[in-house]
């Protein structure tokens, strides 16, 4: 069955540093969306990609991270300097596009930073 | 503002029914759907609803929309302890594929 992958799965790193998410969305799945959801609270999104262009970023934190997809397949989402408040789970989803089509979503990647 | 407000916890025996309500804020939005998140895990997708319907019915869960009062919610039947996880609402504004979630409501099911 095809799945959203991200990796890596948990990332511990010190403050100050760059850390990196990898996603591989559905195959065909034109929207792919980063989302940033902190213990205890719901997703909060942070950009949402149609193909390789971002349609909305407003939530992120644009001094500190960066998402692109270059060839509108899989996805990157940087954060360089990471800080102590960026501890978060960050989920990586997908959709074929189109109002109310499932979004998919990844197992996410645990960020500690300490 | 977007915030889709949710009860943060409920607690239900074993076998009962529980009701999780979920409050959104566009009126215009066209689906609006739960997911379940268990431990440590992405989110699922249970069950969604179209802006027309008022019911939809899913063998043990149940949506209820009323537009006028911008309230969703979900009803599962015979309760059963897997279904021990966060259950989020989340809506699509209008207009768009924007996808906002609510903050989550903790259901545990005891025996």
């Known amino acids: 069955e095809a799945e959203v992958a991200q990796s890596p799965r948990y990332k511990i790193t010190e403050k100050s540093q760059a850390v990196a998410f990898w996603c591989d969305p559905i195959?065909?799945?034109?929207?792919l969306y980063w989302y940033r959801q902190i213990l205890g609270q719901g997703p909060e999104l942070l950009v949402q990609?149609?193909?390789?262009?971002?349609?909305?970023d407003s939530q992120l934190p644009k001094d500190r991270f960066s998402a692109e997809r270059l060839k509108g397949v899989d996805s990157t989402l940087k954060i360089q300097p990471a800080e102590l408040g960026d501890s978060a789970m960050y989920l990586c989803?997908?959709?074929?596009?189109?109002?109310?089509?499932?979004?998919?979503f990844g197992q996410g990647t645990r960020l500690t930073v300490v | 503002g977007e915030d889709v407000e949710q009860s943060l916890f409920l607690s239900v025996r074993e076998g009962d029914s529980s009701v999780i309500n979920c409050t959104y804020t566009?009126?215009?939005?066209?689906?609006l759907y739960w997911y379940k998140q268990e431990p440590g895990a992405g989110l699922q997708l249970l069950t969604y609803?179209?802006?027309?319907?008022d019911m939809k019915q899913d063998q043990r869960l149940t949506v209820l929309l009323n537009k006028k009062d911008k309230h969703l919610s979900l009803r599962i039947a015979d309760t059963q302890t897997g279904d021990s996880a966060i259950y989020f609402c989340?809506?699509?504004?209008?207009?768009?594929?924007?996808?906002?979630f609510g903050t989550g409501t903790r259901l545990q099911v005891f025996p």
């Open positions: 195959s065909g799945h034109a929207t």
């Open positions: 989340a809506e699509i504004l209008y207009n768009t594929d924007k996808l906002i």
């Open positions: 990609f149609q193909d390789e262009s971002v349609v909305d």
């Open positions: 566009d009126s215009s939005s066209t689906y």
């Open positions: 609803i179209f802006s027309n319907m």
């Open positions: 989803a997908s959709s074929l596009a189109g109002l109310g089509t499932e979004a998919f």
